[in-house]
């Protein structure tokens, strides 16, 4: 059965730091891009940062220097380390694998997992 099953999210003072876990199985997670996005209310979904099979990462503006996306390709995980947390990192953030294979998308979704940065 394939799964992406994401760790708890909570609630986190602003300035604070939380760590996202996402594990892989039924697919093989290493020959997916790992990307994680997040929805905010009333907002469209946005891709927060993204890891290559090699490791290469990226990050939307708002978030580079503060958060950092990871990967264990032997224990078929992504992670997403978020520090400084300001209010507006409050979302849903969705935990998701992409690969486009001969032409053919392959994409799986977590069921997200709720952030709330507040005071």
């Known amino acids: 059965q394939i799964q992406l099953v994401e760790s708890e999210g909570g609630l986190v003072q602003p300035g604070g730091s939380l760590r996202l876990s996402c594990a892989a199985s039924?697919?093989?997670?290493?020959?997916?891009?790992g990307n994680w996005y997040r929805q905010a209310p009333g907002k469209e979904r946005e891709l927060v940062a993204t890891i290559s099979m090699s490791g290469s990462t990226d990050y939307i503006d708002s978030v580079k220097g503060r958060f950092t996306i990871s990967r264990d390709n032997v224990k078929n995980t992504v992670d997403l380390q978020m520090s400084s947390l300001k209010p507006q990192d409050t979302a849903v953030y969705y935990c998701?694998?992409?690969?486009?294979?001969?032409?053919?998308?392959?994409?799986?979704w977590g069921q997200g997992t709720e952030v709330t940065v507040s005071s």
């Open positions: 998701n694998a992409h690969r486009l294979f001969f032409g053919r998308t392959f994409e799986y």
């Open positions: 039924g697919f093989p997670f290493s020959d997916y891009t």
